[in-house]
């Protein structure tokens, strides 16, 4: 293949991606209204909770094991928290993760839609996106923040003592039986699907930029998933609180979560 041939390949993916990215910088795509669904999709009218209304304490990660058939919902009850949210497919999480580069093939963006389907490292789907009610702003580029991040933002010292949505996956993973390892400080993570972060492509698709919240995003915002396969669902409400563009002004808040099932 020509030089000539690769860059306007290149070039044709790039502007492929950014097609559903926010523009609160100079350069990037702009959402004025949620995009529209990749596909039709219907949400049962009959659902049922069959979990109480969980709660994510801000900072803090907390995992949940769902089924097949269930419905899984996740609110940006206050309307600035970015989720780092995670998948592992039952019976083994240490076998089969939800992944974000096998998404990206699966649904040719990088951003999912509703009626998209999230995958694993197996290619199977494990969540499908059913209804997203704020400006359809999420992330699937950003590594979840980890220690070391805060130690070279803070310094090893301060990191010691800073929550980290790695050490929340880890921590929530332990609490109920699933370990991912023995050694959380030496293991590569899978990336997360970044809920309500909002970071955008400049520059022809070669610079990241981390934006602030999205515009029109409001508290009580949330996503519902379809349940695919028997899984766990991590999620962290992000302890970042060094920069307003994470998680607003407000700093880390609750999140909540719930698990309904059709009639």
Not at 231 to 250: E, F, Q, R, T, W
């Amino acid at each position: 293949m020509h030089a000539h041939q690769v860059k306007r390949q290149v070039a044709q993916r790039t502007y492929t991606s950014c097609m559903a990215l926010p523009s609160n910088v100079d350069g990037a795509t702009t959402i004025s209204a949620p995009p529209k669904p990749s596909k039709e999709v219907s949400v049962p009218a009959d659902l049922v909770p069959v979990s109480d209304l969980l709660t994510v304490p801000g900072g803090k990660g907390r995992a949940i094991e769902l089924k097949a058939g269930q419905y899984f919902k996740v609110t940006n009850t206050y309307g600035e928290q970015v989720v780092d949210f995670f998948g592992f497919g039952l019976p083994d999480v240490k076998k089969e993760v939800m992944s974000m580069y096998h998404s990206h093939d699966a649904f040719g963006r990088l951003i999912p839609r509703v009626g998209d389907s999230m995958v694993t490292n197996l290619r199977r789907p494990i969540f499908t996106l059913l209804e997203d009610t704020g400006p359809g702003v999420h992330d699937t580029t950003v590594s979840a923040c980890d220690q070391y991040l805060y130690q070279q933002q803070i310094g090893v010292e301060a990191a010691k003592e800073h929550d980290s949505c790695i050490n929340n996956l880890h921590t929530a993973l332990g609490e109920i039986g699933h370990p991912l390892t023995d050694d959380p400080d030496h293991y590569l993570p899978p990336s997360p699907f970044n809920l309500w972060m909002a970071v955008s492509l400049k520059n022809e698709g070669s610079q990241l930029s981390w934006d602030p919240p999205a515009e029109g995003q409001k508290p009580g915002d949330y996503v519902l998933f379809k349940v695919e396969i028997d899984c766990i669902a991590v999620m962290s409400a992000c302890p970042h609180d060094l920069a307003p563009y994470i998680n607003g002004k407000g700093g880390p808040r609750d999140v909540n979560y719930q698990v309904f099932e059709a009639k």
